[in-house]
């Protein structure tokens, strides 16, 4: 058989962002789902991003991806302006405030993938319309695990489309407040029951800083944040922790449980480095090294 041209398949977002934190304000930076995820994954295997620019698209910012090595057979570039969103953090940066939402292309984005794609034995849909990633879904060629992240908008607004992407994937990722919203459940070991009900092997709830739960039918595995003395921009984590988590699952070439345990530790350490700094800024300056340096730091820290 031939080997894939790309082992892991990221869709999603590419944006443009404008961001203030209490710290510091920073304007037209890159940023998007598809950035962040894509950035994480190259660490450890072959990626391939699918996605859509405008003509506007800065040339650095391609360059940036092509640096990591980061395949871009899938990148749209349509005539028209990129997709951009400013938000504001708050003091602790826990919440933020969205300040302005321009979908530019993105509004009419139809992921196509790219014949070589197609065949990825890995794919992960960032958070984007449903009906985008069951379209997406429908192009691929028995994958052997596919992740897929959502949002409260897609739970408000297309229900129905989200339920039968979720019945179609191995592992469904959302974060606290969205598993309650789902399932109408505060407990979220009740939730994560309701939800693997419908399909999915495995749901994994994002606690932001405070880590991360794995749930299948049989246990649950918790897994806590790399702790930091500060940090300058949470924008990205949750992509960013996806991302890594998937390309070193890629990496691993399995899927089971204990893989995928290894591989949720290895994006919170790549989503720990990616906050030290704005936008891709960090993760252009990481390397392996650091991050084994680290994971094996975080490991001491949770020996029992």
């Known amino acids: 058989m031939t080997k894939p041209a790309v082992d892991l398949t990221i869709v999603g977002s590419i944006g443009i962002d404008t961001i203030e934190t209490p710290a510091e304000k920073r304007e037209e930076i890159l940023g998007g789902s598809v950035s962040y995820a894509c950035a994480a994954a190259s660490f450890f295997t072959h990626t391939g991003m699918v996605g859509v620019v405008g003509s506007d698209f800065p040339q650095e910012f391609r360059e940036t991806w092509s640096n990591m090595s980061i395949d871009l ?77 959502t949002m409260d908008l897609w739970i408000n607004i297309a229900k129905d489309d989200l339920a039968k992407v979720i019945a179609k994937c191995h592992m469904l990722t959302l974060n606290e407040s969205e598993a309650r919203l789902y399932t109408g459940k505060h407990s979220l070991i009740e939730a994560a029951k309701q939800l693997l009900e419908t399909g999915p092997e495995y749901v994994l709830i994002k606690k932001g800083g405070n880590g991360s739960m794995l749930f299948t039918r049989e246990d649950i595995f918790l897994l806590h944040a790399y702790p930091l003395d500060g940090f300058k921009d949470p924008t990205g984590a949750g992509d960013t922790f996806a991302g890594g988590l998937m390309g070193a699952l890629a990496a691993s070439g399995k899927s089971d ?39 094996a730091e975080f490991k001491e820290m949770c020996r029992i």
Request: charged share 30%; hydrophobic share 40%; no cysteine.
């Open 73 to 149: 057979e899938g990148l749209q570039t349509v005539e028209g302006k990129t997709f951009r969103w400013g938000g504001v953090y708050h003091e602790n940066m826990d919440h933020r405030d969205t300040l302005f939402t321009d979908l530019g292309v993105f509004e009419s984005f139809s992921p196509e993938l790219p014949e070589d794609y197609r065949e990825a034995p890995y794919l992960f849909l960032g958070n984007i319309h449903p009906a985008l990633q069951l379209h997406v879904l429908e192009q691929t060629r028995n994958p052997r695990f596919v992740l897929i992240d």
């Open 257 to 295: 449980k204990e893989a995928i345990r290894q591989a949720m530790v290895y994006g919170s350490i790549v989503a720990s480095f990616g906050v030290e700094e704005f936008s891709l800024d960090r993760l252009k300056q990481l390397d392996r090294d650091e991050i084994e340096i680290r994971l």
